[in-house]
């Protein structure tokens, strides 16, 4: 029975090991492939036949590595480049002497994109007992072909909470006393993390990448909001940026008490300009930064539960001998009322290197949030909490695999 | 039958609405007073006769309110100064309007004073039947006379948690990428919160105000780690300071009303001298900011009972007509094993304007951590998970009595 190898690659979410867990379920209830080989750090650890043995991991270990964040397994920002031959050749020399038919790759369209280029590899090289599988992730929730990509409804839920209960904290002072409260999310390219942010339902301001920065806008519509109510609460993405694709963030450098060049970020800039406008005195900025990719407490039960069948769904179709340069994708239901999703499959290389952004259309005018239809978008998809094993009064997490020594002894 | 007034100051908490919870259930089991009087914004809105109407709530909100964070009847900064007997005066007076025996006021040290001063204005003016009784909260940990404040154990919980999520995002690209990631915490003058961190057990380089700031000394234990590991966790309060008391953060300090410096900006200044030592090309920074007092979803089920008893246990105190100037406190037990508390009062006036710092003696030299005696302190007070009520995928939370048209009519 030959093997199978998993790995994970990009930016963390909370739920990327709850794919990885699937897969190791899923060849537990139906053994396809004798061992299951996490490969560490991504494609660059595979290259470097860095493996540990997964598949005999426990109904306790597995429950633990659903709700650990980060990639257990590490993770690489290396890209297979199509014209360098000599990694692919060394990929599939690797998987014969392990005896390895499938690669599962959880990522973003990075990872994709390595799914399709050595799926075409071995396409051309006929090379027929291989197969290269994506599974999907990113919190930024920018992949085509997919309803919606797993990962980003964990981190929605935790800014949209954070969102209310910063709003709370921003409030409780007098109303004489004015206050801006801006929170920053990641998104450099699409707001779907701002825009999550309004599932509070206190979101004043929300400033996307999708719209150009508009400096006068903005400005006036927090000037109106701290008139109103002297409160205003403002999210922006990192990626917020001007007409001429200058970042926000980009502005310009100040000296700290040290004579060193601070530059801010977009919340930060922001802040300054707010400032310098005479709006209010006092602006509070709260960057959410690694936090909302990794905060695993606010777990969303359909996105883990999602996660982790999706993996199962990518383990089960791999028994098809023709079933490679495939990702597995999420379809949200249309023929029944209530939120359900099948599982389908695309070609990688449909989702590889495309950015899907938030619809211009689910944006309300002058940067004042989303519309009913995105937060009804949205909203099934946060929904639950998982009960989370607890340990010394933490969260009980897996120890990362990248960090021990149980890497399996190369043949 | 007299009523109560329960009043908030100082900054949020997440559990510090779960005091205020207390006293409107002890006054539920025991009717010792006619109606709970909810204060609005603190000492600043009872001077202005801003009041709801709080005794009859119901169990449910009762539990919704308990796992609010922030100041459900807002805050302020407001704070009673001796020679200004013309606030004293009135705030008699409007005890007296309003048939209120008993002020219950949640807050800080600078809360305790005001506690201390009322109850020393109604005694040399021979005013007898006013009892003014103070109920501890602060994330800092920073007060006297109690083993430890509630709302401290719930920010700890989270960040310690984040620390630990953090550190999971921060090592999964290959070892050979040099990284530091730094956590800036609250804490002016006292480490509690940045020491809380270390619960995680991933720190590899603790700044407190306890210490005076060494860069030299602190840069070679970051490069050190960063030659064994590649990676190093660093976790800084907002207060650190050099020996001639000047903040690490000093280019963004400003004052706020009490004169208090406004902090943040440590982590940020630290990356810039790690940049600038050539130790690492990465610093990623995580500023906690208002998160880390008011992310409710990591309340710990020790801090919120014994914050929820704690209120209870003032009320209760309250019958004695003598009970006035103090301040309910939490005594650990050491004539059993296991951790329990016991409640007791101490006089207001030992808890205001003192501080109560991290103790030196359980830091390890050279910023390397805190001693596993200050582990054993910490660790059972964030133990237990809530059941948090959910609605719509978001915790259900009271929305703000300073924000409802539900104020009581004056009389």
């Known amino acids: 029975m030959a ?66 964040p980060s990639s257990a397994l590490g993770s690489c920002r290396y890209k297979l480049k199509r014209d360098n031959l000599e990694d692919f050749e060394k990929i599939m020399n690797i998987m014969e002497k392990y005896d390895v038919e499938t690669l599962f790759y959880i990522g973003g369209n990075d990872s994709m994109d390595t799914v399709a280029s050595l799926s075409e590899y071995a396409a051309k090289n006929h090379i027929t007992n291989r197969r290269f599988i994506g599974c999907p992730k990113t919190i930024d929730n920018d992949l085509e072909q997919i309803d919606h990509a797993p990962g980003f409804a964990s981190s929605a839920k935790f800014i949209a909470t954070t969102a209310w209960q910063c709003w709370q904290d921003v409030n409780v002072y007098p109303s004489s006393r004015k206050e801006v409260f801006i929170l920053e999310t990641m998104g450099r390219d699409a707001g779907w993390l701002a825009a999550s942010a309004c599932l509070s339902e206190i979101v004043d301001v929300l400033i996307v990448p999708e719209v150009n920065f508009d400096r006068d806008t903005v400005l006036e519509e927090i000037r109106s909001c701290i008139e109103k109510k002297s409160k ?3 999210v922006i993405s990192e990626g917020a940026h001007y007409p001429d694709g200058t970042y926000v963030s980009a502005g310009e450098a100040r000296n700290d008490l040290f004579g060193h060049a601070v530059l801010g970020g977009a919340g930060k800039e922001l802040a300054q300009m707010i400032y310098d406008a005479g709006i ?32 199962m769904s990518a383990h089960m179709r791999s028994s098809d001998p023709k079933f490679t340069g495939k990702m597995v994708s999420i379809r949200r239901r249309t023929d029944v009322e209530e939120y359900d999703v099948e599982f389908t499959a695309v070609d990688a290389d449909r989702v590889a290197n495309f950015v899907r952004n938030f619809p211009v259309k689910w944006l309300l005018p002058d940067f004042r949030g989303i519309t009913e239809e995105a937060i009804e978008y949205m909203r099934p998809l946060i929904q639950g909490t998982p009960d989370i094993i607890m340990k010394n009064g933490l969260p009980e997490h897996t120890v990362p695999y990248y960090m021990r020594d149980c890497e399996i002894e190369k043949l």
């Open 232 to 234: 205003c609460f403002v």
């Open 3 to 68: 093997n199978c190898i998993v790995a994970q690659s990009g930016g963390p979410s909370s739920v990327i090991n709850a794919t990885l867990a699937g897969i190791i379920k899923a060849n537990q209830l139906n053994p396809i492939y004798g061992r299951v080989l996490g490969g560490i750090n991504g494609i660059e650890g595979i290259l470097q036949e860095r493996f540990v043995d997964l598949t005999k991991m426990t109904e306790y270990e597995n429950l633990v590595l659903r709700q650990t």
């Open 280 to 311: 209010s005195e006092r602006c509070k900025v709260q960057d959410l930064a690694n936090a909302q990719r990794c905060h695993a407490s606010e777990q969303s039960l359909v996105d883990v539960t999602e996660s982790f069948r999706l993996g």
